[in-house]
T-cell receptor, first 115, second 115 residues
Framework: DVKVTQSSRYLVKRTGEKVFLECVQD?????MFWYRQDPGLGLRLIYF???????EKGDIPEGYSVSREKKERFSLILESASTNQTSMYLC??????????????FGEGSWLTVV | KQEVTQIPAALSVPEGENLVLNCSFT??????LQWFRQDPGKGLTSLLL?????REQTSGRLNASLDKSSGRSTLYIAASQPGDSATYLC??????????????FGQGTILTVHP
C-alpha cells in the first residue's frame, strides 16, 4: 500500500514561530504537493514539487516556503507563523502527470493552530 | 484558469437510495479526473480515477463517468449505506497552461445517508 506520512497530526504554535511540517512518501513518486483546507474555501495548492530540488508556487504561496532535498521528503515551512495560517494542511504525492493513470495519494493531514 | 464545480453542495438521503453527485470543469485539457472521499478531520481517500481517454470506471457500488468534451463527470452510488456518509470531492489533473500537472478541486458534496 502507498503511504504518505505527515509527521505531526496536531500542532499548536505561537505567532512568529518558525514551523516545519514534514511529509514522507514511500512510493518513489516524483511529484509532491502541499495543500491547505479551510471551511468554505476548499483545498488550495500552496506549493508543488515535480522532482528533487524542484518547486513551483501554487495558488497561495505567500508566507510559506518548501524544501525537497530528497525524493521521498517534502517539507512545508512557515517562516513566521500567523493566526491566519491556522488550518488543516494536506500533503500528497504521485508519479508524473503525463502518465494519466497515476493516482494522487494524500496523507492524513496536519492540524495547525497558531495562537 | 481551471475551475471545478460540484453540485449539490449537500445531500441527505435515506439508506438504500441510489444517488448521483455531479462535477463540472471549465478546461478540457486534463490528464484525468479523480473522485475522493473525506471523513471528518481526515485526509482524502481515492475512490476512482478516470483517465482522459476513458468514459467510466467502476468499483463495487461506485461508478464514475467522464465526458471530457462537455466538462462533466458524475459519481453514481448504488444502494447507499450510512457508512457512505462523508464529503465527496472531485479533482482534475491539469494538462495545460500554468496549472500543468496540478490538481484543481471542487468544493465537495457533503453526503448524509440516514438509516
Amino acid at each position: 500500500d502507498v503511504k504518505v506520512t505527515q509527521s505531526s497530526r496536531y500542532l499548536v504554535k505561537r505567532t512568529g514561530e518558525k514551523v516545519f511540517l514534514e511529509c514522507v512518501q514511500d512510493m518513489d513518486h516524483e511529484n509532491m504537493f502541499w495543500y491547505r483546507q479551510d471551511p468554505g474555501l476548499g483545498l488550495r495548492l500552496i506549493y508543488f514539487s515535480y522532482d528533487v530540488k524542484m518547486k513551483e508556487k501554487g495558488d497561495i504561496p505567500e508566507g510559506y516556503s518548501v524544501s525537497r532535498e530528497k525524493k521521498e521528503r517534502f517539507s512545508l515551512i512557515l517562516e513566521s507563523a500567523s493566526t491566519n495560517q491556522t488550518s488543516m494542511y494536506l500533503c500528497a504525492s504521485s508519479f508524473v502527470a503525463r502518465f494519466s493513470g497515476n493516482t494522487i495519494y494524500f496523507g492524513e493531514g496536519s492540524w495547525l493552530t497558531v495562537v | 484558469k481551471q475551475e471545478v464545480t460540484q453540485i449539490p453542495a449537500a445531500l441527505s438521503v435515506p439508506e438504500g437510495e441510489n444517488l448521483v453527485l455531479n462535477c463540472s470543469f471549465t478546461d478540457s485539457a486534463i490528464y484525468n479526473l479523480q473522485w475522493f472521499r473525506q471523513d471528518p478531520g481526515k485526509g482524502l481517500t481515492s475512490l476512482l480515477l478516470i483517465q482522459s481517454s476513458q468514459r467510466e470506471q467502476t468499483s463495487g457500488r461506485l461508478n464514475a463517468s467522464l465526458d471530457k468534451s462537455s466538462g462533466r463527470s458524475t459519481l453514481y452510488i448504488a444502494a447507499s449505506q450510512p457508512g457512505d456518509s462523508a464529503t465527496y470531492l472531485c479533482a482534475v489533473r491539469n494538462a495545460g497552461g500554468t496549472s500543468y500537472g496540478k490538481l484543481t478541486f471542487g468544493q465537495g458534496t457533503i453526503l448524509t445517508v440516514h438509516p
